[in-house]
Each structure stands twice: as structure tokens, then as C-alpha cells.
Antibody, heavy 116, light 107 residues
Framework: EVQLVESGGGLVQPGGSLRLSCAASGFTFSSYEMNWVRQAPGKGLDWVSYISSSGNTIYDADSVKGRFTISRDNAKNSLFLQMNSLRAEDTAVYYC?????????WGRGTLVTVSS | EIVLTQSPDFQSVTPKEKVTITCRASQSIGSSLHWYQQKPDQSPKLLIKYASQSISGVPSRFSGSGSGTDFTLTINSLEAEDAATYYCHQSSSLPWTFGQGTKVEIK
């Protein structure tokens, strides 16, 4: 089955760190560009980060630049998001999404809550 | 940053009615506009890519049109299962952005 499964979310204090993972299966992960998109509770969608299929090209939203780092391990069919210096406004469901320009496959998301 | 503004924010519609959602970009984005459907407690699902290109497996009652700054998602003959929030998304220039969403409720 073609799918993406996120993990690693949880409750973290402001200023803390968290590492999200996304496991891909059912397709040739190494051939696809990937993204992280988040959704704050009751709010709309917010693109976070992009990584090319090789991992050589990365783009980040200004709101996370310098704090979040996207990476991938093509040998393990996995995508990651290292989140540092977390803020209350980073509280959201984080989705990994496949695609260079449009997102044709989404995971179910993992909830990150930043609160003291 | 390109701002996408959807209208309306909310629409209450009777089954079999036609639904039209518009998405206006703050500057020209060509055809780099995509539409998603998100049902409650689910992840988004791609409906239309590049303004008007259909997606395999998506019912034919969903269609898109437009270019430049003005785009439209049309749902012909709305069904109960179409109750959801719909988002437009531009990939013309970074940062990629989404519209604020349009919630469609079934009367």
C-alpha cells in the first residue's frame, strides 16, 4: 500500500526540541521530493519545509528558518524534521506530503504541542 | 509572499446543488494552483492540480478552471460525502502558500 506514516509528536516545553519522522512505503521514495506541512488546531494549512529527492536542495518557510531542519534517509525510506527552539505557535499537526509542486500523498499527521 | 484569498469562507448547500469556490492570488501565478479537500479528522486529499488537471480516482463532479490570479473549484451535483473544507495552494513561488479554506456544509 502506498502510504506515509508520521511519528515523533508529543508535548514539549517552549524552547525544547523534537524530531519527527515519516516512514514511506509502497513507492520509490528516493525518486520523490518531499515536504512538511502543518496545521494548527482549527486552522488552515501551512507549508513548512521542502527537500529534493537527493536531499541536496532544501527550502524552509521563514517562520521556521534557523530552527527546523528537514532531512531524509533514502536507504531507510524516511523523512525527518528536526525542530529546535520550539514556540507555542509551532503547536500543530505535522503532515509529511509527497510532491514537488502539488502534494499528491499525505500522511495522517502527528500532533506537536508546545506548552509549559 | 503570494497571498491566496478564498471565497466564501463558508457555504451551506443542498445535495445535488452546484458549488463554486473561488481563489484569488495576490499576483499572477500562471496555472500553478492546486485544490485539496479535507474532511474532519482526515488529512488533505489532492483534487485538482495545475488549475484544471484532473486527478485519478477523484469523482468527475470536481473540476477546476482559471489562470493568472483568479481560479475556481466547481463541484457539480454536490453529494453528502463532499462535506469538507477545501483549500487552494500555489506553487508558483516560494514560500508555497495555501488559501484560508472554504468550509462546505450539507443542508
Amino acid at each position: 500500500e502506498v502510504q506515509l506514516v508520521e511519528s515523533g509528536g508529543g508535548l514539549v516545553q517552549p524552547g525544547g526540541s523534537l524530531r519527527l519522522s515519516c516512514a514511506a512505503s509502497g513507492f520509490t521514495f528516493s525518486s520523490y521530493e518531499m515536504n512538511w506541512v502543518r496545521q494548527a488546531p482549527g486552522k488552515g494549512l501551512d507549508w513548512v519545509s521542502y527537500i529534493s529527492s537527493s536531499g541536496n536542495t532544501i527550502y524552509d518557510a521563514d517562520s521556521v528558518k534557523g530552527r527546523f531542519t528537514i532531512s531524509r534517509d533514502n536507504a531507510k525510506n524516511s523523512l525527518f524534521l528536526q525542530m529546535n527552539s520550539l514556540r507555542a505557535e509551532d503547536t500543530a499537526v505535522y503532515y509529511c506530503a509527497r510532491g514537488p509542486r502539488y502534494f499528491d500523498l499525505w500522511g495522517r499527521g502527528t500532533l506537536v504541542t508546545v506548552s509549559s | 509572499e503570494i497571498v491566496l484569498t478564498q471565497s466564501p469562507d463558508f457555504q451551506s448547500v443542498t445535495p445535488k446543488e452546484k458549488v463554486t469556490i473561488t481563489c484569488r492570488a495576490s499576483q499572477s501565478i500562471g496555472s500553478s494552483l492546486h485544490w485539496y479537500q479535507q474532511k474532519p479528522d482526515q488529512s488533505p486529499k489532492l483534487l485538482i492540480k495545475y488549475a484544471s488537471q484532473s486527478i485519478s480516482g477523484v469523482p468527475s463532479r470536481f473540476s477546476g478552471s482559471g489562470s493568472g490570479t483568479d481560479f475556481t473549484l466547481t463541484i457539480n451535483s454536490l453529494e453528502a460525502e463532499d462535506a469538507a473544507t477545501y483549500y487552494c495552494h500555489q506553487s508558483s513561488s516560494l514560500p508555497w502558500t495555501f488559501g484560508q479554506g472554504t468550509k462546505v456544509e450539507i443542508k
